[in-house]
């Protein structure tokens, strides 16, 4: 009797400060099996910008560019 596969998961990452690309890289990568990275969050449309490039260019046609959202909700 085989097991049942497990349900995969969305994962975002939340905070673009530095270690952000370590998760970004183990959700990308390692993990990509079992985990989908759906998207980056931060308050700086810059680092939006480098971690999508980062993904992007790592993960060439699996990677869909997130759009960057700079505006703080108060």
Request: charged share 20%; proline share 3%.
């Amino acid at each position: 009797m085989t097991a049942a596969p497990a349900s995969r998961r969305g994962c975002a990452v939340v905070g673009l400060g530095s270690r952000a690309r370590l998760y970004s890289q183990a959700l990308s990568g390692p993990y990509a099996d079992r985990v989908d990275l759906v998207g980056f969050c931060d308050t700086t449309a810059h680092r939006m910008a480098v971690h999508n490039e980062w993904v992007s260019a790592a993960h060439a046609g699996r990677w869909r560019r997130a759009a960057t959202w700079s505006r703080r909700s108060r």
